[in-house]
């Protein structure tokens, strides 16, 4: 958030605009309330048998799955989902499908600088990939390859901006564009703009639903068993294999691939890697032409602002603005639960923002509210490894990026449980982990008191105090 620009004030009465704005806004995602949702898939009964089992129809579970049709057709693949494909994060996420492995270029230089090169061309390579997947397959999800800007709306990050622009072009990252004030507000017009950041090619918009059933209907096509409202309860490895329990059976493998994110990992010792968090998004209704106009954004670019509490905020294809992002809620005990996925207190704050940021678009109304859950690191882009033996593996903690950076979690974990050694499992990013996550009530404080001091940074001139410093050598982070 750019405090200057889009200051959030605390107590007082709620700006009655914004607030009636939301007045008849429908609490479900918007990608989700589509009537081209497909019918959900029965529920495993009883045993199943396979070479693989993939656990978790989001992203990253699909993905695996195709791939690994893809690679080997002949190899026989089960994945199982505990509600239906794309429910979660899959489905509620802003559809910036980014090429950044490392959420990123700086957070990627600031880890493994050694390898930001190739981190970047992988990255580069896995969104044509995913591109080429796309048309392959017949998937239409609304792709537009249209690039994000990084926004500032203080002087401070204007400034920062502009030294990140030369430290890009320094180290051979290509694609990026300085935009002072002017060109900025050509690209799209706020009085709270100050300057941006446009990476041109690394970044495409995206239904991301649409995705998800497009992966699905794919996977289904090249003979993937799927199974929906089937939970994996239980992994138990076998003399044979593998064993995992479900409500209404079991499902038996030589190996599998665990793509649960946010939710608590079959492998129960990775569950303190992994913090979830509570991130949260309107949808206006459409834009009609004059509205549209009067904000420009013609290139139709994501953008984000640059503060640590920001917003990201982008058109869909038929022209309405999502607006999410500010408040990230951590619940005490790293609870992931329906009764979280809404926050009336964010989606008020957030409709003022809206409305201080785009000031033309008065009048304009709420279609849609929600919430959902994301699985944050402390190193802010995701790891991998496996288990009981090399017989699973996972990719987890995508932190807020994983609607790009899934895909090539999947290939890291069918690399993985192949046994090669490639490009990517050499890569130092790949061979080490995070740092766990503490405890509580520890982790609750730790949380607390590093969002206090982000907050105090974007309002101090982005000046971080000894708390935050001291998190920055530690390689520590709490963000989405």
């Known amino acids: 958030m750019a405090v200057g620009a889009i200051p959030h004030q605390s107590g007082g009465a709620p700006r009655i605009p914004a607030v009636r704005a939301l007045s008849d806004a429908t609490p479900r995602p918007y990608w989700l309330d589509d009537p081209s949702r497909p019918e959900a898939l029965p529920a495993l009964v009883g045993d199943e ?80 990939g995913i591109e080429a997947t796309l048309a392959r397959h017949g998937i239409d999800c609304d792709f537009e390859r249209t690039g994000e800007i990084d926004v500032a709306t203080a002087p401070h990050q204007a400034l920062e901006l502009r030294e990140a622009a030369a430290r890009a072009k320094a180290l ?87 793509g649960t994110n946010a939710f608590p990992s079959l492998v129960k010792r990775l569950r303190p890697y992994i913090a979830p968090v509570y991130d949260y998004a309107l949808m206006t209704e459409p834009l009609t032409e004059e509205q549209l106009a009067s904000v420009g954004w013609r290139r139709r670019q994501g953008l984000s602002d640059s503060a640590n509490h920001f917003h990201y905020f982008r058109l869909t294809a038929d022209n309405r603005v999502l607006w999410g992002g500010y408040d990230i809620v951590y619940r005490y ?51 991998f490894g496996t288990a009981h033996g090399g017989r699973v593996a996972y990719a987890l903690g995508f932190t807020g990026l994983g609607v790009g950076a899934t895909r090539f979690g999947a290939d890291v974990m069918l690399d993985l449980l192949s046994g090669a050694r490639t490009e990517r499992t ?41 708390w935050l410093r001291t998190m920055d050598k530690l390689g520590l982070g709490f963000d989405s």
């Open 49 to 128: 048998h396979c070479d693989l089992l993939v656990v978790g129809g989001g992203y990253s579970g699909l993905w695996t799955a195709l791939l690994a049709k893809e690679r080997d057709p002949g190899r026989d693949v089960v994945l199982i989902e505990a509600q239906e494909t794309g429910w979660a994060a899959s489905g509620r996420n802003g559809g910036f499908c980014a090429a950044s492995l490392t959420h990123g270029w700086a957070n990627g230089h600031a880890r493994w600088p050694a390898e930001l090169r190739t981190l970047e061309e992988l990255g580069h390579r896995n969104l044509d």
């Open 333 to 383: 005990g790293g609870g992931v639960r329906a009764e979280y996925d809404h926050h009336p207190a964010t989606y008020q704050r957030l409709a003022e923002h809206f409305f201080r940021c785009f000031p033309q678009l008065e009048g304009v109304r709420f279609s849609h509210t929600w919430g959902g859950a994301i699985d944050t690191c402390s190193r802010f882009s995701a790891f």
């Open 426 to 466: 050499e890569l130092e990013m790949v061979r080490s982990k995070p740092l766990p996550f503490p405890p509580e009530p520890v982790r609750s404080v730790g949380i607390g008191i590093t969002q206090w001091a982000m907050t105090r940074a974007d309002t101090n001139g982005g000046r971080r105090n000894v």
């Open 172 to 258: 051979g990252v290509t694609g990026h564009t300085f935009l002072d004030r002017d060109a900025m507000r050509a690209e799209a017009d706020s009085p709270t703009f100050l300057a941006g950041l446009w990476n041109r090619t690394g970044v495409a918009m995206l239904h991301p639903a649409k995705l998800a059933w497009g992966l699905r209907r794919a996977c289904l096509g090249l003979g993937v068993r799927i199974y929906e409202h089937t939970p994996g309860t239980e992994l138990s490895a076998r003399r044979a294999g593998l064993a995992v329990r479900t409500p209404y059976g079991r499902v038996f493998a030589r190996h599998v691939a665990l």
